[in-house]
């Protein structure tokens, strides 16, 4: 039996958890504690307890989020785990709380951890599209008001034309100078030459 608790800085107190895994962990060399964030996986106490993990073993959790934050990572961490043959129990899950001791009660459990997978796998992919909407919806009003939600410009700013363009333009208008010249001048690239020659006309 093994137990994973996690909060996400060293000063927040991790005592609520371990003692509910305690009722279920009884060495206490298998209860792997981290002090830090759920961005990724890349946590040294869950390294060490998934490399620690056998074919059979038990690993108990006080709910999803002490695994971690991103439902996506979650999936495929415990798709990983199941693969290994670990069974994942959730204590704020009353699902994955069965026993594994025969056959019948670990292809329960196994049904109930890909149900868990595939409901995390559909809120994932939700998460994916709002956050597509809304970021569509907000390219949207930056468009049709020319701000975006910050107050600033929306889209890169337009080069203001150098102090010498009226002079320059003049001359290049005249034919006195060629292009290449009144770019030298200007210390502009062509492309923006051409368009304070559009702007001007």
């Avoid at 009003?141 to 107050?151: E, F, I, L, N």
């Amino acid at each position: 039996m093994f137990g994973y608790a996690r909060v996400s800085t060293k000063g927040q107190n991790v005592d609520r958890q371990t003692e509910e895994l305690r009722k279920y962990v009884s060495k206490a060399e298998n209860l792997y504690i981290d002090k830090q964030s759920g961005k990724d996986f890349d946590r040294v106490a869950y390294q060490q307890v998934k490399a620690a993990l056998r074919d059979g073993d038990d690993l108990y959790v006080k709910s999803l989020d002490r695994l971690g934050r991103n439902k996506q990572q979650i999936k495929d961490e415990l798709q990983q785990l199941r693969g290994k043959g670990v069974f994942v129990h959730i204590l704020d899950f009353p699902q994955t709380m069965i026993q594994t001791k025969d056959e019948q009660q670990r292809e329960i459990l196994e049904l109930a951890t890909n149900i868990i997978i595939e409901i995390i796998g559909y809120m994932a992919e939700q998460e994916r599209e709002n956050i597509k909407k809304r970021q569509a919806e907000g390219i949207a009003v930056w468009r049709r008001t020319g701000r975006t939600k910050t107050g600033r410009p929306y889209g890169r700013p337009k080069k203001e034309a150098p102090k010498n363009w009226i002079k320059v333009y003049d001359l290049w208008k005249r034919k006195e100078i060629k292009t290449k010249e009144a770019i030298s001048l200007l210390g502009v690239g062509k492309n923006t030459f051409y368009r304070f020659v559009h702007e001007s006309k």
